[in-house]
Each structure stands twice: as C-alpha cells, then as structure tokens.
C-alpha cells in the first residue's frame, strides 16, 4: 500500500485494523481521532453487521417470494421471480445458496418423465413450519409449498403405462398441481379411442387442482379427489377444445360433431345439480372453475359462416351446405366437407372480431342474454348445494380468444 499522509481513523467500534507491521507504532486514544504516518498499514472496511438467522430467512423468503399470475387464464401454479434477479443472493455462500434454493425448488415444471426423479430429489429440501421465535415472530423452520406444473405426458411411460399413476403422492407438502390432461385417451390395440387415469392417487396435502385439455369426463378426475384429498379448496376442470387446440387433435378430427361436450345451453340447471352432488363431500371447496361453455352449440358456426359477412345466423344451420364447398380430397366428397368443418372449427379468430379490444357486436346480440341466464342459474345451483364455495366459473365465448371466464361470487352477508 502507497504512503498514507495524515490518514485519521475514527474510533469506530466496527473498524478493523489488521495486518498492521510493528513499526511505526499506535497508541490508542481516548478523543475521537488519532494522526497516523504508516507506510504498512492494511485497512479492511467495517465487517458486515451479524444478522440472526431468523431474520436472513425472512430476506430470503421475500426475494424468492412467488406471486399469482396475474391472466386469469394461466396456470394455476404461482409465477416464481426470474433466476436471475436472485442468483446474487444464492451464489453469495453455501448456506444462502441452500436457502435460497430450497424456495426455488418448491414451484417446479415438469417437461418430461424423466424430470420427475430430479423432481424428487428435492423432496428433502421441503420443510415445515415449527412455530415462531417469540421476540422477532420470524419463523423457525419455514413450509414451502410445494406447487407441480405438469406438462403433456409427464404422467404416462410407454415402457410402464402404469408406473407413475402414483408419483404425486411422492411429494410431501404438495399444496398446488397443474395437469395439462391431452394424454387422457388414446389408440388401443383395435385403434380405437380409449380413455385413461393419469392418476390414481394424491397426496392429502393438496389444496389446489388444475386439468387442462382433457377429454375424458370430469367425474373420473373428482372421484380421485374424493378418496384423496378431501381438504381441497380450489378445482379447475379444463378441457380440450377448439379454442385451445391448433390444428385439431387426433381425437377432434375423429369426432368433429361432439363439441357440445363442453358447449351448449341445454340441461344446464340438471347438470348443476348433478355436478352438486359428485362435488359435496367436498366441504373446504371454495373455488370451481369448469370448462364449459352454456351457450348454443351452433354459436361457432353461427359467427364464422354468417356473422362475418355481416348476416345473421338462421335458428338452425346445416353446416352440409353453408361451409363452401372445395375440391374433396382422395376418399370422397363426404370425407371432403368434414376436414372442411375441423379445419373451419379448430381456428384462432382475429383479434378485430375477438380481441382485447373487439367482441363480435352480432355475437353478444345473439348470445350473451342467453348465456347469462344459463351461467347464473347453474351457479345458483350449485352455490346453494355446496355451501362452502364462494365462486364459481365458467367459460365465456365472448372474451379475446374464447379463453376468458366468466365469475360468479356469492355474496356474503355479515
């Protein structure tokens, strides 16, 4: 280090002088500074205050901390903050970095099969809460909730069709889980469409369920729930339809005519009170987001054959006649006009008719009365029969994309 010219310390408590060479001397004083003419002087900035570990926890938990998406429509699992706005934080030691990581690890997307032994790995890094420390109220062992984002396939193995049925169970503290369902049905030996459980077991932790893009009947998924994981507080039952499917699926070309499945006005009250039932051992169910449109089933065709070129749609439309007709591929003209139909269902609208900022005006004319009516009895229904839930929602045709909600709260009265 270069000469230091009258070089004045403060007597700071928090100031450390080390490596100093015996020469040259310094005598401790009494007032607040001290003249020093060392040439072999090494001086280190104050220390790092100690911070209690309590208290580095609770930093810890308010960086990784995850938030709600903030698009109604997206997964049900909470959005975790960008690696790289925390990497400082769990590369500064060992210690931080196994702090920081075992919040990191509690939200995790699983893309393939083959992720799920990685997954469970971090099992271990899982832990709970043990109480509070009584003068700070920080948390002495602090419970990550531990949220799976599954992807398409994740829960089906060729080599062992049944092998992970049960893989969720395996993951103690599971709070949320998103299952992207496209997997539930396939070919079986004779070529012919079969469904399948991509699941048999949860574990009794779980609070929060999401099926996305399913085609199997939703009361497979809640006669799970039932035996499982009674204590669940929100269920989300999504399925596969022509407004989250491009192009068409194997299973949608195979069977164009049944998207009133999942869209239609009619039986909407019998329905409400069938679901009521499958749903009432449910008693902690607060939240039910259900995959159906309650509208007329021809609304699809309605706007995309005659709304578009501004003329109102008929009470009944033979789609035979109305979808122009083309140059019917090898395998004949009937065979023709069904591709002419998945292709004309299974595509995106423009945002200038269905957008953040454009709703068909034609479309709200023709169904918006009546899809209220349909949603607010069917809500009605099934809030009076289970008691516990607070909201309930459905899938609403007139939002950008067709993949907005419509809500329905129950009013609380004090």
Known sequence: MGRLNSFKIFSNPNTSLVNRTPTGGLEEQSGPLTDVHDENLTILPPPIPFLPSELVDYIASFLFEAHPPTDESASICRVKPRWSDVKGFASASHDLRRMGLSRWVSILIIRTPSDWEVAKKYSQWIRQVKGSNPVTGYPLITHFRRELDCGDGVLVDPRQPTALRTILTHFQHLYAVSIDAHSDVFRDGQNQFAYRDLFQALPPSLRRLEI???HG????????VKSYCPGLEELRLGRCTMFNCFPACDFWESFPFDHDSYMSDQDSNAYARSLSTELSPLRFLRSLRLGLYLIPSTTVLSHRL???????????????????????PQGGAARGQTEQLVSLLHQQDPESEFGPRAICDMCIEAVDRVGRKAEEGASAIIQELIPSLEKVQWMNWLSSGHIGLSNYIRLIHH
């Open 212 to 214: 996305t893009r399913a």
């Open 306 to 328: 005659y709304h578009r070129r501004n003329l109102p749609a008929p009470p009944s439309i033979d789609w035979h006649h109305v979808i122009p007709q083309t140059t019917p």
């Open 217 to 224: 009947p939703d009361v497979r998924v809640i006669s799970t």
